[in-house]
């Protein structure tokens, strides 16, 4: 064999069936399950993992409040949208969110004396799950 495959889709299928006629079994690939415990790698477009979409959770009394109506806050990137904040999700905690909501922070003017500058802007995600699901904020993601 060369360095290019230049057979056709033709050629192929009948290479594989003189294959099952001499060895009289139809040969096909195993599909091994997917565990529903294991954590799911997702890819963006550009085919990266989705890693560092989710910066922390933001734990105040109104996003505790938010939680008994599965409502989860989180602080994400700067370049973060909604469809990558939600596939981080599923990436992390193994749960497709329901709903995404996103609003942008703008940094505020301070002054330190004579000294001034600008806090950095931020971005904040609301998170909807369906209903009877829950994720553990807390303690970080889920480990299997």
């Known amino acids: 064999m060369g360095i290019f495959n230049f057979k056709k889709e033709d050629d192929k299928k009948e290479v594989k069936a003189a294959v099952t006629k001499t060895v009289g079994v139809k040969v096909e690939p195993k599909k091994e399950p997917v565990k529903k415990t294991e954590l799911i790698d997702v890819k963006d477009k550009k085919g990266q993992e989705i890693f560092g979409v989710l910066l922390r959770p933001i734990i105040t009394e109104r996003t505790s409040a938010l939680n008994a109506l599965n409502q989860y806050v989180f602080e994400v990137a700067g370049s973060a949208n909604k469809i990558t904040v939600a ?3 599923l990436s992390r905690y193994g749960v497709k969110p329901l709903r995404v909501n996103i609003s942008n922070y703008p940094g505020h003017s301070v002054r ?3 000294n001034s500058g600008r ?3 931020w971005k904040k995600a609301i ?3 369906p209903e009877g699901k829950s ?3 807390y303690e970080g993601p889920a480990k299997s």
């Open 87 to 89: 596939k981080a999700v």
């Open 112 to 114: 330190y004396g004579r």
């Open 119 to 121: 806090t950095k802007s």
């Open 127 to 129: 998170i909807t799950l």
């Open 135 to 137: 994720i553990n904020v």
